[in-house]
C-alpha cells in the first residue's frame, strides 16, 4: 500500500503556456499533500503544503499565482505552472501524508522543461 | 529553507562493507525520516525514528538517533550494488502542518 502517481512523468512545453501536474494518493486517503521542486544534485525544496478543501499554504519565496494549487479531494492535489519559462525547469515531486500518520509517500516526479 | 546537514555527500564502498550516513539538523524534532532517491526518480521511505527513540532496525537498515546532538545516522550493513541511491534525512518539527526538512542528501556507491 501507499502508492502515490504523478502525472505526466515528463513534459516538455514553449515558455508562456501552462502545465498542470497532477499527484494522486492511489490506496489511501491524503488530506494534506506537499508539493517540493529539486534540482539537478540537490535536495529537496518544498514549495507548498496542499490542504484539501482549503489554500494552500506556500513558502517563502514562491509565488502562488505563479504555482497554483488546487487539493479538490482526499486523493488529489494539482500544481499548475502558470506562464512558464525556462527557469522554471525542474523536477517536481509530490508527497502525501497518510491521514493519521507522520509518514509522507512520494510521488515519482514529473521532470519539467520548458523550452 | 533547507537547514539539514548531511555527511558525506557522497560515499563510495565496496559490496558487502556497511555504509554510514549522517545527519544533523537545527531545530527540536517529532520526528526524523530517511529517504531512498534513485537517480531522477521519486524518493521512497524507509524508516521513521521519533523524538523519543534511539534507535530502530529495519532488515538492513539502522537508524539512531542524539536529540542532546541534533543528529541521525543511517547504517547500511552488507551493502549491495542495488543500495547505489541517493539518502536524504528529513525532519519534522512537528505542529499540525507535519512539514518535512530535507538534509542535503548523501550519495552512496556501492562499487560490485
Known amino acids: 500500500g501507499a502508492v502515490v502517481s504523478q502525472h505526466p512523468s515528463r513534459v516538455i512545453c514553449k515558455s508562456g503556456t501552462s502545465v498542470k501536474i497532477e499527484c494522486r494518493s492511489l490506496?489511501?486517503?491524503?488530506?494534506?499533500m506537499f508539493w517540493y521542486r529539486q534540482f539537478p544534485k540537490k535536495s529537496l525544496m518544498l514549495m507548498a503544503t496542499?490542504?484539501?478543501?482549503?489554500?494552500?499554504?506556500?513558502e517563502q519565496g514562491v509565488e502562488k499565482d505563479k504555482f497554483l494549487i488546487n487539493h479538490a479531494s482526499l486523493t488529489l492535489s494539482t500544481l499548475t505552472v502558470t506562464s512558464a519559462h525556462p527557469e522554471d525547469s525542474s523536477f517536481y515531486i509530490c508527497?502525501?501524508?497518510?491521514?493519521?500518520?507522520?509518514?509522507?509517500?512520494f510521488g515519482p516526479g514529473t521532470r519539467l522543461t520548458v523550452l | 529553507s533547507q537547514q539539514g546537514e548531511e555527511d558525506p555527500q557522497a560515499l563510495s564502498i565496496q559490496e558487502g562493507e556497511n555504509a554510514t550516513m549522517n545527519c544533523s539538523y537545527k531545530?527540536?524534532?517529532?520526528?526524523l525520516q530517511w529517504y531512498r532517491q534513485n537517480s531522477g526518480r521519486g524518493l521512497v521511505h524507509l524508516i521513521l525514528?521519533?523524538?523519543?527513540?534511539r534507535e530502530k532496525h529495519s532488515g538492513r537498515l539502522r537508524v539512531t538517533l542524539d536529540t542532546s546532538k541534533k543528529s541521525s545516522s543511517l547504517l547500511i550493513t552488507a551493502s549491495r550494488a542495488a543500495d547505489t541511491a541517493s539518502y536524504f534525512c528529513?525532519?519534522?518539527?512537528?505542529?499540525?502542518?507535519?512539514?518535512?526538512?530535507f538534509g542535503k542528501g548523501t550519495l552512496l556507491t556501492v562499487n560490485p
Open positions: 490506496d489511501f486517503q491524503a488530506t494534506t
Open positions: 508527497s502525501a501524508r497518510r491521514d493519521g500518520t507522520d509518514t509522507q509517500y
Open positions: 531545530t527540536s524534532i517529532n520526528n
Open positions: 525514528i521519533r523524538s523519543n527513540e
Open positions: 528529513a525532519h519534522n518539527s512537528g505542529g499540525s502542518n507535519y512539514k518535512l526538512t
Open positions: 496542499s490542504n484539501e478543501g482549503s489554500k494552500a499554504t506556500y
